[in-house]
């Protein structure tokens, strides 16, 4: 997975959400968890999503990768894509996913044991920082 390989209509594209543009200016730090609040109720606040390409996937590679995951709720929040065509991973998600990732990246081939250190690294950064968050998504058909 790399952020250069182009996406086409069978790729997984891995975005982060690293900075959002508010229309109403800087928010003082005692209101940031009101304005973290607000960020997490969408966009009918006047919030801009600014997303970052993380990682590039073909779907059939993706779906090779999260086969190597041990049975549970990690697996099962990845398989989420196949279903949904999308998934979000959040604060909530880091330690379900760290615990299941962690030992593909020694034990697993490549490219797998790369993806899985760099979704660990983008994870420990959502712990740092919880209003990042990613977004995977299976590129339309049309892209």
Excluded at 46 to 63: K, P
Aim: glycine residues 4%; proline residues 5%.
């Amino acid at each position: 997975m790399t952020g250069e390989e182009k996406p086409n209509k069978n790729n997984v594209v891995f975005w982060s959400l690293r900075q959002k543009f508010l229309d109403s200016g800087d928010v003082p730090e005692q209101a940031q968890q009101v304005m973290y609040y607000s960020l997490a109720i969408g966009h009918h606040v006047g919030v801009i999503d600014c997303l970052n390409t993380e990682l590039t996937c073909s779907l059939e590679a993706y779906q090779n990768w999260i086969s190597l995951l041990p049975e549970g709720e990690a697996l099962r929040k990845m398989r989420g894509l196949l279903t949904f065509g999308e998934i979000t991973i959040d604060i909530t998600h880091t330690q379900m996913l760290a615990n299941a990732f962690a030992p593909l990246c020694e034990s697993a081939a490549a490219p797998f044991a790369e993806w899985s250190s760099t979704l660990i690294r983008l994870l420990t950064e959502i712990v740092r920082e919880p209003a990042i968050y990613l977004m995977v998504k299976k590129t339309p058909a049309n892209t």
